[in-house]
């Protein structure tokens, strides 16, 4: 060896890169959302809309905050300081441009488990009853708070946890059907807690395994406790509200500023209950005191976080998937993105930096955020000013709620939670589409309502991995069976030149959750590759093989990954190795449909079986002016062949007609 060189070795920092200050510009573009829409925001397109829609959401943040603080059995006033902060931090971090964030029934009926337990209103009279320096509270408002701000605290870094670990690619596993029985279970409980202010009852709180029904139990055990006053005005604010926002919805196109409903009720029952004195009169329970300002920062009491563990994970699951799937649908409806990791961080920082301002677990709900689409909120610019809003609310108007009855305020909650509650009529829509998803509704529903959301959502997650683990070795689709894609030339009389292609795809796989995202990446990864049409090609090109789009192998076989559309292409679909699919797989499917139509690719479904055919059609909006469905390949290129002949005709025809 003598003589002979040594190779030098690479020592392993040899091999890394110095961080350029690119890669720092797009760390922060990815990690700091707001700086890539706020570049591109337009005031003179956005601005109006968004304030509008600013105006409408702080009504919300406001009446939410204010109710969604005594569901979480802590004083009112910091529902509006949880109305506040999330809100900016989420702008700052989120990726969802029309998802309002704030107060939240599920997770502020999750966090008053712990403030109960840990400081129960028996324990009110053993506190001292000397005022604090914070806002003139006595100590044992500010000792349940301290609880709640340490359910936030601890569930936002769990949260961010997750975000470190990457387990936003996880969540897959929670499927819509779960979501939707979690939430509308989540909504029943919120209903029943504001049970007794609806009815004007005092009411101990119960909580725990079937305290759902133990709490409908000491209600018709004490039904001669209602009080008359408090029901009636329950009765006719929930008429009121119901009326005005469907005609608000009605009559959207026509009026461009619906009428906020919510603040002149509020305003309305306050000045009537302060003009008839009920308080003293009929006893009606009112908010009560609403000190001015916000207090100065302090860190939540660390030495209970061992207590609250249990709450602090309900509300990083609970709130986490409401908002994500609300995150989702808005990116669904206005054509972007949502990275699911990155919503770990926003929401959990939301969480975290807010429980140092004495605010209660945050979320997105689905009524502040079908509030921002319908009044055509472009950006969360529109958040931002309603924290303006309530930003004036704290400092100037908050005393003036004083004469606020409770039971209004519960009625505005009610009718705010109908849009989880409607979501009941999606059970005809699960039976008609897939059974099992149905059964997988209605015991996560049950769940939900016996015990909790967190344990709802658990058993639902459960139960949907069970079930497809349990489907997915009677398929018989296994197989590593290669899918076949041909390209051939449709000669015309009137176009010797004219090319159509058609890539024939073969779908040798169930299409359920576990892989339906998958499927959509990989159809839509071999449309939107480059154009190919320029390249030679004989007259009719050989059959190429590629490997299957098998969502489950995870990997995409190259020629399928190649160009290959262009904008006269077709795609079939052959349908015959799909043996099963769920909601989400037959949703998925009539998404990949919409979106190459949207394309200009013609798409065509062969081999589906007939319970296939009437889910996509019960599922989506198809096209019923032309058919998709054909029993086999040689069928679906016979209709693309007619059809290119008869576009061919109708141009010529107009070219004549012009000329």
Known sequence: MTGAKRKKKSLPWSKMRIPRCEDFKQWCRRRLPILEWATHYSLKESLLLDTVSGMMLAVQQVAQGL??????????????????????????????????????????????????????????????????????????????????????????VIQVAMFVLQLGSATFLITEPVVSAMTTGAATHVVTSQAKYLLGMKMPHISGPLGFFYIYAYIFKNIKSVQLEALLLSLLSIVV???????????????????????????????????????????????????????????????????????????????????????????????????????FLAHGLSNVIASFFFCIPSAAAMGRTAGLYSTGAKTQVACLISCIFVLIVIYTIGPLLYWLPMCVLASIIVVGLKGMLIQFRDLKRYWNVDKIDWGIWVSTYIFTICFAANVGLLFGV???????????????????????????????????????????????????????????????????????????????????????????????????TQPCLNPKCSLVLDCSGLTFSDYTGVSMLVEVYMDCKNKSVDVSLVHCTASLIKAMKYCGNLDSEKPIFFESVSAAISNIHLNKILSEHSRVEMSQELN
């Open 241 to 343: 509200l119901v009326l005005v926002k469907e005609l608000n919805e009605q009559f959207k196109r026509k009026i461009k500023i619906v009428l906020p409903v919510d603040l002149v009720l509020m305003i309305a029952a306050s000045f009537t209950c302060y003009c008839t004195n009920m308080e003293n009169t009929y006893g009606l329970e009112v908010v009560g005191h609403i000190p001015k300002g916000i207090p100065p920062p302090r860190a939540p009491p660390m030495n209970i976080l061992s207590a609250v563990i249990t709450e602090a994970f309900g509300v990083a699951l609970v709130g986490y998937v409401a908002s994500l799937a609300l995150a989702q649908g808005s990116a669904k409806k206005f054509r972007y993105s949502v990275d699911d990791n990155q919503e």
């Open 462 to 560: 459960v139960c949907t991995t069970a079930i497809v683990i349990g489907r997915f070795p009677r398929a018989k689709t296994l197989s590593t069976k290669n899918m076949k894609e041909m390209e051939f030339k449709v000669k015309t009389e009137m176009d010797d030149e004219s090319l159509q292609q058609v890539k024939i795809i073969s779908i040798n796989n169930p299409l359920v959750f576990l892989n339906a995202k998958k499927f959509h990446n990989d159809i839509m990864n071999i449309i939107q590759k480059e154009n190919i049409g320029n390249q030679p090609l004989d007259e009719i090109r050989k059959y190429e093989q590629s490997t299957l789009v098998s969502s489950l192998s995870g990997v995409c076989n190259e020629e399928a």
């Open 67 to 156: 109710a969604f603080a005594v569901l979480s059995s802590v004083h009112p006033v910091f529902g509006l300081y949880g109305s506040l902060f999330p809100a900016i931090i989420y702008a700052i971090f989120g990726m969802g441009r029309h998802v309002a964030t704030g107060t939240f029934a599920l997770t502020s009926l999750i966090s008053a488990n712990a403030v109960e337990r840990l400081v129960p209103l028996s324990s009110q009279n053993l506190t001292t009853h000397s005022n604090t320096s914070v806002l003139g509270l006595s100590d044992f408002e500010m000792q349940r708070i301290g609880v709640a701000a340490a359910v936030s605290f601890l569930g936002g």
